[in-house]
């Protein structure tokens, strides 16, 4: 009975109108600029009957009635003219829905006493007191650490089970709740550890690294490696413990080269993405290969609000004990807002709440000037909406889109003095992509962009300042979809796509609208749609919950079985990723013997898939560790690359040079990319010669400016000229999606083709000229003191800054480490952003 009373509650006609008056009521206050907000025909907001009705809706378990609970509690805090007595009830309702952030805004911004419980009867002093013992754990370190609902109910559940799978909204606490989790197990003195945490992107990559950096040195733990470089360049059995932070294809290179290394604990963050193609494809197998390798290994998977978290549990054969958490929780407030054209009238827009797919009308507000072209519409929307307030979100759908809005914002924002900071990420700029960036101009009115491929460093700097409030307006394309830690105010979106220009699906759209609302600074946050009906999916008002499924599922066996009838033919190869990768996953497991256990019995094609594979294994010479390393690629294809070079007389010009040789691009790379081409990727062979200069200078370590006014005057000497943002663009989109992904991994199979090649013809002389081309490519640099450096967790531009000091260019990580701590670094005229990466690895390296 006590479970249903909170609905029955939240049901009745008179509940509901008396919240659809006071959802108006709390939205529209967000918006000076909002025009004919009459409430004509709103129920008076009964105060009493409405704190009375909240403090049992904050005792359910569904997601509408602690959503009510807390829009009521958080409105009467802001009210100015709300009771004492109501905003000390409205603090005791945010105590039951547990959500310490949020009480601990209303204490700093002083809209409750302090002494608040002091005011309640004695009853709810002791339930508060109740709730906290409940929810309260000692650290190994005797710390009181309090959690939420959500949070108690995973940490409860991985302390009964190994294998747990979690789901709740995004603001919930799922990313704090793993990082204790490593933390107790890191504080455990009679273990050695190893941790391996898995992120869908390389910007979530550093993101977490850093945040487990400050967490382990925030709780003074000690003789911990934290690293993302995915190879060991030395001793790490020197440490106690270690957390290495990956993508799946990180993880792949580290398991191929250190084979023997062995986790105890697993984390996969957005685990939903195991659905995502492709790279759902290669992370399941990397899930399934940790796991086969370690029986005992403790698996945390973390997805945003899904139906079926169980279904993660299923990848795990082993008999440990398992156990999905799905509960709602919410932290903040999110509201919908569609925002639309007055017709006849470009320059005024209505503003609708839109609850249960019901729009509840709340004024309208006018554009600074008529948005002609139609691309003003989205940044004069946000403009008019901000009210000079920062937290702004802009998203577009792609990267000249999210420049082009940058600019408009520009125009429309006063000139305004900017700070010690915004002047460092400026010059920042400059220095690591170009001095005629956009973003070097727009961050001057407090406007910036941010997209996936621009370097790391620049991108931490933008996030940084965006959450500190130096950065007003931040437009952002689909890294957002990626986890990518950016809450804010309010988020502005128009016609949404993705990847090719996809229209957004819901799944896309509420993971992008989670991101509204910043949990500890704000009560609620904004989801902003212009001119929704227009869209090609209108985005729906009742949020349902995420189903994961599992990318390998989804590949047709039919068309599988014909993909590799043919031959898997290279011109397919670029649009048939999700077969190329089925295709080794399947492989890999024929050869282990593990086919007939991963197929179903009950499809009748599984018979066919798997004589053909057997085919298959008939004529392929390639052992399963080369089969093994290379996933997503054709075992077909690398046994033609093979019969080429055994037709190949000159074995010497298949092996890489060094790429600071004089000759490297005409003698040596342009020939391998266009082997590569041929063999392996599909690409054109007449964009054999630009790929080898990108990967050439990429590896000698040019900065980036360089290779940019490089590539600029070569269109301007063929007489095709093009814009220097388009330009700049390019150059990073060729690094970011060439040369340290597609070379990076097509090149890695080509050397271990080549490996083996020379092995069978006992050529052990040429096998020791084989080069490293794996991290040369990851890290833009191919000398030793610049790989020491960046496996001591710098960025490539802090890198190349440095070395640029320093004389000696063997120098081991150990050498790096002892010449950081001799010299003083301030002296070097380096940029704020690179100065304090270092002085943040000084202070971790010290502790060493």
């Not at 054709?634 to 046994?639: E, G, H, K």
């Not at 050498?815 to 005229?829: H, T």
Request: proline fraction near 5%; charged fraction near 20%; charge should be negative.
């Amino acid at each position: 009975m006590a479970s249903t009373l909170p609905n029955r509650i939240y049901q009745l006609p008179s509940f509901q109108r008396q919240l659809k008056s006071l959802l108006k009521e709390s939205v529209i206050a967000q918006f000076d600029n909002l025009e004919n907000t009459q409430q004509v025909g709103d129920e008076e907001i009964d105060w009493n009957n409405l704190i009375s009705c909240a403090s049992i809706l904050a005792h359910a378990d569904d997601q509408e009635c602690l959503d009510a609970a807390l829009r009521i509690a958080q409105h009467c805090l802001l009210r100015t003219n709300s009771s004492e007595m109501h905003k000390v009830s409205a603090g005791v309702i945010l105590d039951v829905l547990t959500n310490k952030p949020a009480l601990s805004l209303a204490l700093k911004r002083q809209l409750i006493p302090s002494d608040y419980l002091e005011q309640v009867p004695f009853s709810l002093k002791l339930e508060s007191a109740k709730r906290n013992f409940l929810n309260t754990y000692i650290t190994h370190n005797d710390e009181l650490l309090y959690f939420n609902k959500f949070q108690k109910a995973v940490y409860d559940a991985t302390q009964e089970s190994d294998i747990v799978s979690i789901s709740a909204p995004t603001s919930s606490g799922k990313s704090f709740v793993l990082s204790r989790l490593i933390l107790d197990a890191l504080m455990d003195k009679g273990r050695r550890l190893n941790v391996v945490y898995l992120v869908p992107t390389r910007a979530l990559v550093t993101q977490v690294e850093n945040e487990l950096r400050h967490l382990l040195i925030d709780n003074d733990v000690k003789d911990v490696f934290v690293s993302s470089v995915p190879k060991i360049t030395f001793d790490v059995e020197s440490y106690r413990s270690t957390i290495f932070v990956f993508t799946q294809e990180r993880l792949h290179w580290f398991k191929v080269t250190s084979s023997s290394f062995r986790f105890d604990i697993l984390i996969v963050d957005e685990a939903q993405k195991i659905g995502d193609g492709y790279r759902g494809i290669l992370l399941q197998q990397k899930i399934e290969e940790l796991v086969k390798e370690s029986p005992e290994l403790k698996v945390y998977f973390s997805s945003p609000f899904t139906s079926n978290p169980e279904l993660l549990l299923d990848i795990i054969k082993t008999n440990n004990t398992k156990a999905p958490v799905k509960k709602d929780y919410v932290a903040v407030n999110q509201n919908l807002l569609f925002v639309s054209q007055k017709p006849g009238k470009p320059q005024k827009y209505d503003m609708a709440l839109c609850i249960d797919d019901t729009p509840i009308s709340l004024g309208e507000f006018n554009l600074p000037f008529k948005p002609s072209p139609v691309s003003k519409i989205l940044p004069f929307v946000a403009y008019s909406l901000s009210n000079g307030l920062g937290g702004n979100l802009i998203y577009a759908n792609g990267q000249a889109d999210a420049e082009k809005y940058a600019v408009q914002l520009y125009g429309l924002c006063q000139d305004i003095s900017t700070s010690e900071e915004i002047n460092g990420l400026i010059n920042l700029v400059i220095k690591v992509v170009h001095p005629r960036y956009k973003l070097a101009q727009t961050l001057r009115r407090r406007v910036a962009f941010h997209y996936g491929n621009m370097p790391l460093i620049v991108k931490q700097e933008i996030e940084r300042l965006f959450g500190q409030g130096e950065i007003h307006f931040l437009v952002c394309t689909s890294t957002l979809l990626e986890g990518v830690n950016l809450p804010a105010r309010s988020i502005y979106i128009k016609n949404p796509t993705r990847g090719s220009r996809q229209p957004m699906n819901e799944n896309d759209f509420w993971n992008l609208a989670g991101r509204a609302g910043r949990l500890g600074k704000e009560f609620q946050g904004n989801i902003v749609c212009v001119d929704p009906y227009k869209w090609n999916n209108i985005p729906s008002t009742n949020r349902s919950k995420q189903t994961i499924y599992k990318a390998i599922d989804n590949v047709p066996l039919t068309e599988l079985i014909n993909y590799i009838e043919a031959g898997t033919p290279r011109k397919l190869n670029n649009t048939s990723q999700n077969l190329e990768y089925a295709f080794t996953y399947y492989f890999t497991k024929a050869l282990d013997n593990e086919l007939a256990s991963t197929l179903n019995p009950d499809n009748p094609l599984s018979e066919a898939l798997e004589f053909e594979l057997g085919k298959v294994r008939g004529f392929v010479e390639l052992p399963r560790s080369v089969i093994f390393r290379n996933p997503g690629v054709s075992p077909i294809a690398q046994q033609n690359l093979l019969n080429y070079f055994k037709l190949h007389s000159n074995k010497d010009e298949l092996i890489p040079v060094a790429p600071d040789s004089y000759d490297a691009v005409d003698v040596s790379y342009e020939r391998i990319v266009n082997l590569i081409s041929m063999f392996l990727t599909g690409d054109s062979e007449k964009m054999s010669k630009t790929y080898a200069i990108l990967v050439v200078n990429w590896m000698k370590g040019l900065p980036l400016p360089k290779m940019i006014d490089d590539s600029y005057k070569y269109w301007i000497k063929v007489q095709k000229p093009k814009p220097l943002d388009g330009v700049i663009r390019d150059t990073m989109d060729l690094i970011e999606n060439y040369a340290r992904f597609k070379f990076a991994k097509y090149s890695n199979c080509y050397l271990d083709i080549l490996h083996f090649h020379l092995e069978q013809e006992n050529n052990s002389d040429l096998i020791e000229e084989l080069p490293d081309l794996s991290s040369w490519l990851e890290y833009g640099v191919s000398l030793k003191t610049q790989i020491s450096l960046i496996d001591l967790g710098l960025s490539r531009p802090t890198t190349l800054a440095l070395s640029e000091y320093i004389p000696d260019n063997n120098l081991t990580r150990e050498d790096c480490i002892l010449w950081i701590k001799s010299n003083d670094i301030d002296l070097l005229g380096l940029p704020t952003a690179m100065v304090n990466e270092l002085n943040t690895l000084f202070s971790l390296i010290s502790r060493e």
